[in-house]
């Protein structure tokens, strides 16, 4: 081989391998950090509140019987609790989650519970460990009743009247 094929080999390798580093510094910072939000929505948001112009989502209307909140019944965040009228309900690390849960196996943004009609669905937003109803992972928006526990992490979830 020539010394000029070997010093391309060469430059190609170590340009392969700094995509690789910053993708992976890239990874990390976004699941320690959150997704970056663009200056644009950011004014757009900002401005929307400021105007009172934005309404949250709203719930549906109560029967009696349904659930009022979603309660941590088992991990290191116990007790804390999210009322269903807020829906959708994030649960996660990051700051913007309605249920933030202090462990290492959640993501930044792990999951959503959310309403369809009379019904509550929880849905995983992609994690790396996955949301668990029971022992089985959901890969799609599943039905929650009372009393139904969702795991994510080491903690588990229910919803409550």
């Given at each position: 081989?020539?010394?000029?094929?070997?010093?391309?080999?060469?430059?190609?390798?170590?340009?392969?391998?700094?995509?690789?580093?910053?993708?992976?510094?890239?990874?990390?910072?976004?699941?320690?950090?959150?997704?970056?939000?663009p200056e644009g929505a950011r004014a757009t948001r900002g401005s929307r509140a400021k105007a009172g112009k934005a309404k949250p989502a709203k719930a549906p209307p109560k029967r009696r019987g349904s659930p009022t909140h979603v309660l941590v019944t088992e991990g290191a965040n116990t007790g804390e609790r999210a009322e269903l009228e807020n829906a959708p309900i994030l649960i996660g690390r990051g700051t913007d989650a309605a249920i933030r849960l202090d462990d290492d196996y959640v993501s930044t943004r792990h999951a959503r519970i959310a309403a369809s009609g009379d019904q509550w669905f929880v849905e995983d937003l992609g994690s790396t460990n996955g949301t668990y109803i029971g022992s089985v992972r959901i890969t799609q928006p599943t039905t929650l009743t009372l009393g139904t526990q969702v795991r994510i992490g080491k903690t588990i979830l229910e919803l409550r009247k």
């Open positions: 081989m020539s010394e000029l094929t070997l010093f391309l080999i060469r430059i190609a390798y170590l340009a392969i391998l700094w995509i690789f580093v910053l993708s992976a510094i890239s990874v990390i910072r976004s699941d320690m950090f959150g997704a970056r939000v």
